[in-house]
């Protein structure tokens, strides 16, 4: 079955980008969609089909999609970034949702 | 506003029963297909079922197949899941999210229930 792999933590200074890693095998032929979760609350969509923005969500945030890896870049990392980042694709062959295990962003 | 709110969490013991709810306004309930989304304690999001607007198509994830049922009346702009034979890693919050336009990505969600299963 598919798997999506991301890294358990990364660690970025405040004004730094961060990039948040999903892996999977020829991940570019899906599309990619991240969320972000702060303690205690929903998660929230900030990047749909691989690089789109929702309404609403910073411009600091962007991604791509290449070969097996997609990628959630924060440009001009601030405090408020720190947060729980999941991936997530659809896999018409098994016809499930997956999510990405999730990356703990921890600004310093 | 587009919101969500779930219902029906509580403790239960294994192999009991439970029915959540979900809640929606905002938007046209009809016209979007709906989901579940499960997290456990301290854990990673999970996927549990999907039902299609229209076709009222569902999917379940493997571990729930069988003893869950996803359903949705919107005449009631609700959402339900209807959770049987539960057992003690069934333990998570539990989210209903709306599928975007494209059914793909989830662009909004419920502030979840909690649902504890323990004896």
């Known amino acids: 079955s598919y798997v999506l792999t991301q890294a358990p933590s990364e660690s970025v200074a405040p004004g730094k980008t961060a990039r948040i890693t999903c892996g999977g095998n020829n991940i570019e032929s899906k599309s990619v969609h991240w969320y972000q979760q702060k303690p205690g609350q929903a998660p929230v969509l900030v990047i749909s089909y691989d690089s789109d923005r929702p309404s609403g969500i910073p411009e600091r945030f962007s991604g791509s999609n290449s070969g097996n890896t997609a990628t959630l870049n924060i440009s001009r990392v601030e405090a408020g970034d720190e947060a729980d980042y999941f991936c997530?694709?659809?896999?018409?062959?098994?016809?499930?949702?997956?999510f990405g295990g999730g990356t703990k962003l921890t600004v310093l | 506003e587009v919101q969500l709110v779930e219902s029906g969490g509580g403790l239960v013991r294994p192999g009991g029963s439970l029915r959540l709810s979900c809640a929606a306004s905002g938007f046209t309930f009809s016209d979007y297909s709906m989901n579940w989304v499960r997290q456990a304690p301290g854990r990673g999001l999970e996927w549990v079922s999907s039902i299609i607007t229209g076709s009222s198509k569902t999917y379940y994830a493997d571990s729930v197949r069988g003893r869950f049922t996803i359903s949705r009346d919107n005449g009631k702009n609700s959402l339900y899941l209807q959770m049987s034979n539960l057992r003690a890693e069934d333990t998570a919050v539990y989210y209903c999210?709306?599928?975007?336009?494209?059914?793909?990505?989830?662009?909004?969600w419920g502030q979840g229930t909690l649902v504890t299963v323990s004896s």
């Open positions: 997530q694709v659809w896999d018409s062959s098994s016809d499930h949702v997956l």
């Open positions: 999210a709306r599928w975007g336009s494209g059914s793909a990505d989830f662009d909004y």
